[in-house]
């Protein structure tokens, strides 16, 4: 069936750079969106970073300027490059597909299992 798998998470000092990378695979008819949501510890998940089919982008106010989210259809690949990293971006990353998926086109979202993204000061 469909999986969402991450890689690329670990442990930055403050100032450095890191990049997620999450790869969907399975029986998939096409790719709605792609994105990235952070949950920090005491804090909600939130959305980082999202890219839609057409290409359209959205970011966090608190990541915008310095992470850069992309997409490789052809390997549906979505890519969150992290740069300027600072303590507060420490929290566990998951990466979220929103899918048509099967014969039947079936819509729904899949969630990574989480990578952990440490910044040191």
């Not at 100032?15 to 952070?38: D, E, H, K, Q, T």
């Not at 979505?78 to 998951?94: C, G, R, W």
């Not at 079936?106 to 910044?119: D, F, K, L």
């Amino acid at each position: 069936q469909v999986q969402v798998v991450e890689s690329g998470g670990g442990l930055v000092q403050a100032g450095g750079s890191l990049r997620l990378s999450c790869v969907a695979s399975g029986s998939i008819f096409s790719i709605n969106a792609m994105g990235w949501y952070r949950q920090a510890p005491g804090k909600q998940r939130e959305l980082v970073a999202r890219i839609t089919s057409g290409g359209s982008t959205n970011y966090a106010d608190s990541v915008r300027g310095r992470f850069t989210i992309s997409r490789d259809s052809a390997k549906n690949t979505v890519t969150l490059q992290m740069n300027s990293l600072k303590p507060e971006d420490t929290a566990v990353y998951y990466c979220n597909a929103d899918l048509s998926t099967g014969g039947s086109r079936y819509r729904s979202t899949y969630w990574g299992q989480g990578t952990q993204v440490t910044v040191s000061s």
